[in-house]
């Protein structure tokens, strides 16, 4: 039988199509999942149907029981409940569902040379100019004056009309746009969205018509649609996300071009390892899919906030236990855990940036990353070898692909990640994930390789701990 040898690590050919296989269900997540509030309602699904009871209803559990809690719509925890006593710790793998994108503004909506556009703020670390004449659609929700939540998601069906951030043309660009650096080839404030060009037909004749007759077109179409008036916008969060579906890249088909791999690839397999635990696990076994990480992870829904606290003290005191503070930093500080997050990929096109001795490489598995930062480590976290000699020893032992790095030459930039904020608590955690070229495009890239290995890697963590 033919193989694919990955750094010592043979695939079968019966393994790679098994990964190949993977790659499809990925597909359909991420065509169906472009916010954080559509990753957490999409994995709340999918764990109901495998046996998962919200934990803020559960008064009590057991050894093999699957509970959940969701945190304000934007991040959940999944947890299957282990044989051992808990405060021996957790095995936890956490991710992040929220990705970089535009948001509207809070009154977004104006009209310029007889068109009517959508203001814009962008959200995390993204090439402006890259989001300029690029197939573009709403998702979010908007929360009407009477409480009542509506859901957008314009440009998702084939049907659906698109929007686009108009680029200025080539003739005419020599002065105004030419001789930015890259940062400022398309600024913040030139990131409005076309929303529509035709007037309202009426016979009303009113002032206000005769001055923003596109407008109040867009309007009269928002408020048949979804009730909306004007001032809703500033109760809405609604999120510019490229409108384009996974696709698989190059003739061998061996890799995934789609948005927001980072950090779905992660999320995604994480999911899928908890989901498809077949026993009951020694150590509890948890999934944390956080938002706000692209920004820092701050706010309630962030790694940083104390929801992920929160949720195992509610699972404790469901098993029966009155935990004190020392005690519950106890079982933090006993637990250990994934920070499952992208790497960035060796780029052949700009190989300069990367100390290639250290660069994560596509179709050689998920990357360990020791410790991440900018600057000097900054703002980073850094793993205990002994923890890296147990994770390495574990994936060779299964057979499971796998690679060391770290986010291009010192000096070129770096990251961090949510791996941080869990060592703040006593968690013993280490950064990996699988390769992404592209990061933070409106398109990433990843290898079908990387993608299985990324779920390899956090089932069987997950399955048997360290």
């Not at 040379?113 to 814009?120: E, F, G, P, S, V």
């Not at 961090?416 to 990996?432: K, N, P, Y």
């Not at 070229?437 to 990324?454: R, T, V």
Request: charged content about 25%.
């Amino acid at each position: 039988m033919s193989h694919l040898t990955l750094r010592n690590i043979e695939y079968s050919e019966a393994k790679v199509q098994e990964a190949f296989g993977f790659a499809e269900g990925y597909k359909k997540f991420s065509n169906e999942v472009k916010t954080e509030r559509e990753a957490v309602r999409y994995s709340q699904q999918l764990a109901e149907s495998m046996g998962y009871k919200n934990g803020f209803e559960a008064t009590s559990v057991k050894a093999g029981d699957k509970i959940y809690f969701i945190n304000r719509h934007k991040n959940i925890a999944l947890i299957h409940i282990g044989s051992e006593n808990i405060q021996k710790g957790v095995n936890i793998v956490a991710a992040h569902v929220d990705a970089p994108r535009l948001d509207l503004k809070p009154m977004p909506l104006y009209e310029s040379a007889d068109m009517a556009l959508l203001r814009t703020h962008y959200y995390g670390g993204i090439k402006k100019y890259q989001w300029v004449n690029t197939p573009l659609a709403l998702h979010g929700v908007v929360v009407l004056k009477d409480g009542t939540t509506k859901e957008i998601r314009i440009g998702y069906d084939d049907e659906d009309p698109i929007f686009v951030i108009p680029d200025i043309l080539p003739h005419l660009s020599a002065n105004v746009q030419n001789e930015r650096k890259a940062t400022e080839t398309i600024k913040g404030e030139e990131l409005q969205l076309l929303a529509g060009s035709m007037p309202k037909i009426s016979l009303d004749n009113s002032k206000e018509q005769a001055k923003h007759p596109i407008k109040l077109a867009i309007l009269e179409h928002l408020h048949t649609q979804y009730g909306m008036t004007e001032e809703d916008f500033c109760s809405a969060e609604i999120e510019v996300v490229p409108a384009l579906e996974a696709q698989d890249i190059g003739f061998d088909r061996s890799m995934i071009g789609a948005y927001a791999h980072d950090d779905r690839m992660c999320s995604y397999s994480a999911l899928q390892a908890i989901l498809n635990l077949k026993h009951t696990p020694k150590r509890t076994a948890m999934v944390f899919l956080a938002d706000k990480e692209e920004i820092g992870s701050t706010g309630s829904t962030g790694m940083e906030s104390d929801f992920f606290v929160y949720a195992l003290a509610k699972t404790v005191k469901a098993l029966g236990f009155s935990y004190d503070a020392t005690q519950m930093m106890e079982l933090l500080w006993n637990s250990k855990a994934l920070s499952a997050d992208v790497d960035v990929a060796l780029n052949p096109n700009f190989k300069g940036v990367h100390d290639e001795s250290n660069a994560p490489v596509i179709n050689k598995g998920i990357t360990i990353a020791k410790y991440t930062g900018s600057g000097g480590k900054y703002m980073g976290s850094e793993a205990d070898s002994e923890f890296v000699a147990a994770l390495r020893q574990l994936l060779t032992q299964k057979g499971i692909p796998h690679q060391f790095g770290e986010m291009g030459k010192i000096d070129e930039g770096g990251g961090g990640t949510v791996a941080q904020f869990l060592a703040h608590r006593g968690v013993q955690v280490v950064d990996c994930g699988g390769p992404v070229m592209g990061m933070h495009a409106p398109m990433e890239l990843i290898s079908k390789i990387d993608l299985f290995s990324n779920y390899e890697t956090y089932h069987i963590f997950l399955e048997e701990g360290l």
